[in-house]
Nanobody, 124 residues
Framework: QVQVVESGGGLVQAGGSLRLSCAAS????????MGWFRQPPGKEIEPVAA???????TYYADSVKGRATISRYNDNTMVLQMNSAKPQDTAIYYC??????????????????WGQGIQVTVSS
């Protein structure tokens, strides 16, 4: 059984930094691309960032470009560092893992495995 677990998050002041970690596990499970998506209050799920298998390529949504860094430390662990946090970054953040896509993709359809989500609140 595949498990995708997020950690980090919580309450952050505007202008501060947040760090989200993700670990994917499962018998004989090696994720290819991994990504972060988020769902702001009352809005649809949107992509945040993604990293390719082996971490050679990345994708960032325009809303976080220049403020976020996604890193992959091994086959199953990923970290999102976001600086200069804004109130509009407030959302539930989901870690995702793909078994079909190698490249860093911002499409939710490429990720079959999702974590339960973790709340991030940026106060103004």
């Amino acid at each position: 059984q595949v498990q995708v677990v997020e950690s980090g998050g919580g309450l952050v002041q505007a202008g501060g930094s947040l760090r989200l970690s993700c670990a994917a596990s499962g018998r004989s499970f090696t994720p290819l691309a991994m990504g972060w998506f988020r769902q702001p209050p009352g809005k649809e799920i949107e992509p945040v960032a993604a990293v390719s298998w082996h971490g050679s390529n990345t994708y960032y949504a325009d809303s976080v470009k220049g403020r976020a860094t996604i890193s992959r430390y091994n086959d199953n662990t990923m970290v999102l560092q976001m600086n200069s946090a804004k109130p509009q970054d407030t959302a539930i953040y989901y870690c995702t893992a793909s078994t079909t896509t190698v490249d860093a993709s911002g499409s939710s359809r490429d990720y079959a495995h999702w974590g339960q989500g973790i709340q991030v609140t940026v106060s103004s």
